[in-house]
């Protein structure tokens, strides 16, 4: 049964840091590449970043770049996204998904989706 547990959000000061987790089962995370999104109420989903299977090439949108690291430890079936210096802005429910389809944040060539966890950030 493949899942997905995302981890690590919860409420921080603007200027704060947050490392979010997902954790993969069912599956082996190496030959997938692994997606964080967010979205905010009333707002559309929003791709942040990816990671690779193959050579762990990484891609931001331009919102999070210089902010946000993403990484993956395959040996623990785990992907990160490390959070630095957040804005208000950055609020929203964050999801991790796996695509076979390699580096993108084409939402619909995501096929399994964790369940999400809140990130608020706010003084």
């Known amino acids: 049964q493949v899942q997905l547990v995302e981890s690590g959000g919860g409420l921080v000061q603007p200027g704060g840091s947050l490392r979010l987790s997902c954790a993969a089962s069912?599956?082996?995370?190496?030959?997938?590449?692994i997606g964080w999104f967010r979205q905010a109420p009333g707002k559309e989903r929003e791709g942040v970043s990816c990671?690779?299977?193959?050579?762990?090439?990484?891609y931001y949108a331009d919102s999070v770049k210089g902010r946000f690291t993403i990484s993956r430890d395959n040996a623990k079936n785990t992907v990160y996204l490390q959070m630095n210096s957040l804005k208000p802005e950055d609020t929203a429910v964050y999801y991790c998904a796996r695509t076979e389809y390699g580096l993108g944040l084409n939402f619909y060539e995501y096929d399994y989706w964790g369940q999400g966890t809140q990130v608020t950030v706010s003084s």
């Open positions: 990671i690779s299977s193959s050579d762990g090439s990484t």
């Open positions: 069912g599956f082996t995370l190496d030959y997938y590449a």
